[in-house]
């Protein structure tokens, strides 16, 4: 079965910027959406379509994607940003929805 | 404002049946896609099911002919029955509205979650 794999955690200081990545070999073919969850939360979708940010969520929230990884940055990390981060694609076929494993993000 | 409720989730003995629901306000269930996803306790996400605005329902392989998703209309409400449980059933059970890239005439691509319920627990055990 199709898999996305992320680093299992990040850690930075507040203020800089943290990139977590995630890879998988369907991604140059489909899209892939970010998800934040913090303890005993619900997860928010914090960035769609690779790159897209919903409303509400903070500028310093951005995707990108090269190839097989695709990456989330958020510049300017602050304590409130830590939390879990989710990647979510689908398989070649685009018929089944796939997350990530999952990176714990720590703010030193 | 856009909210999912979800209800339902508890202790249940494998082999044993569940009803799960999911009241949602500020949108209408039946005009858009709406999925489970779970998450086992300390784990990662895991998909669980789609509903149509059309009607179509998909299933992850772990559920299939297990698991039923279904709506009523006149109360808004989204509903996972569970039968025949496993262990390995146990999780967190989020209902989330389903954003779609495109559909084809047999299948819709690209989906994406927002807004999350705020989950129900289910545990299977004796």
């Known amino acids: 079965s199709y898999e996305l794999t992320q680093p299992p955690s990040v850690s930075v200081s507040p203020g800089q910027t943290a990139r977590i990545t995630c890879s998988g070999d369907a991604l140059p073919k489909q899209y892939a959406y970010w998800y934040q969850q913090k303890p005993g939360q619900a997860p928010v979708l914090v960035i769609y379509k690779d790159s897209e940010r919903p409303s509400g969520i903070p500028e310093r929230f951005s995707g990108s994607s090269s190839g097989t990884t695709v990456t989330l940055t958020i510049s300017g990390v602050q304590a409130e940003d830590e939390a879990d981060y989710y990647c979510?694609?689908?398989?070649?076929?685009?018929?089944?929805?796939?997350f990530g494993g999952g990176t714990k993000l720590t703010v030193l | 404002e856009v909210q999912l409720v979800e209800s339902g989730g508890g202790l249940v003995q494998p082999g044993g049946s569940l009803r799960l629901s999911c009241a949602a306000s500020?949108?209408?269930?039946?005009?858009?896609?709406m999925s489970w996803v779970r998450q086992a306790p300390g784990k990662g996400l895991e998909w669980v099911s789609v509903i149509y605005s059309g009607g179509s329902t998909y299933y992850a392989d772990s559920v299939k002919g297990r698991f039923t998703i279904s709506r009523d209309n006149s109360k808004n409400t989204l509903y996972l029955q569970m039968n025949s449980l496993r262990a390995e059933d146990t999780a967190v059970y989020y209902c989330?509205?389903?954003?779609?890239?495109?559909?084809?005439?047999?299948?819709?691509?690209?989906?994406?979650?927002?807004?999350w319920g705020q989950g129900t627990l289910v545990t299977v055990s004796s």
């Open positions: 989330a509205r389903s954003s779609v890239g495109y559909c084809s005439s047999t299948s819709c691509y690209e989906f994406w979650f927002d807004p």
């Open positions: 500020g949108f209408t269930v039946s005009s858009n896609y």
């Open positions: 979510q694609s689908a398989d070649s076929s685009g018929t089944s929805v796939v």
